[in-house]
């Protein structure tokens, strides 16, 4: 973006870029220094590593290559006054860039797929959460997709079997939540009080919250997938379960996340 904005001032003056990324080596450096030497070009860096900062200025030098750093002062200039040093790793602000879009995809994959929804390609979900209502579907949802997963959650209904498109997942990629009834008696008992509009016949009763707890048990059970009590635990706590428990069953991680 800079070399473009630069050459703009140079309408007369046709010139070919050729973007060369991923250079890591000094053996790269040497390569590419030895190619534009050969062609008459000048080469517009942006190296966070010292050392090849000073390998492409003396190659440069011995070649009759023009150089131009153009991370380096920005980065002595916050060295100075920052008082620290850089990381010096080469490809860490792609790296981050690529994380970001990753973390941006995950997220919406799990919104449309939240509560049921997107049921015609649940099977791209490298995490399926199964559980009745108010057991920390959505919240445990959404921080995992923060941290690069994509995840499908579904509400389970007393009397209702699983829909087809959730058996035919792979069940070790499948985590099911539960949570002691008297418990989940509570949970929504606060949620019946802050909406007392709606239409919640049985949903605080407790000999009705323990048959659909059983119920979900017994449909995890013939699913054979791994179940996480989530009673008393933090949306945090729960997700660092899953992502273990993911771990373990599909050799699946997101980098520093788990």
Known sequence: MIVNAALSQFKSTE???????DVLTIEQIEEIVHWAAGVNGI??????????????TELGRLNGVPTVDILGPVL??????LEISPLAQ???????????????EAVDFTIKHDDGLGLKNLDQAEIVILGVSRTTKTPVSIYLSYRGWKVGNIPLIYGRELQPEVTKINPKKVIALTVKPEVLLLIRRERERRYKDLDLVGYTNVREIEREVNF???LYKKLGCQVVDVTHKS????????????YQNMGS??????
């Open 43 to 56: 080469i517009i860096y942006t190296m966070v590593s010292p050392e090849f900062r000073r390998k492409i």
């Open 253 to 258: 991680k997101k980098g520093m996340y788990v």
């Open 235 to 246: 949306i945090e706590e729960t997700s660092t379960e899953i992502m273990r428990l993911i």
């Open 90 to 104: 080469p490809g860490l602000f792609r790296q981050l860039d690529d994380d970001y879009y990753m973390r941006i």
């Open 216 to 218: 979900a048990l017994d």
């Open 76 to 81: 002595i200039r916050l060295t100075d006054m």
């Open 15 to 21: 010139v070919i870029l050729k973007t060369i990324s």
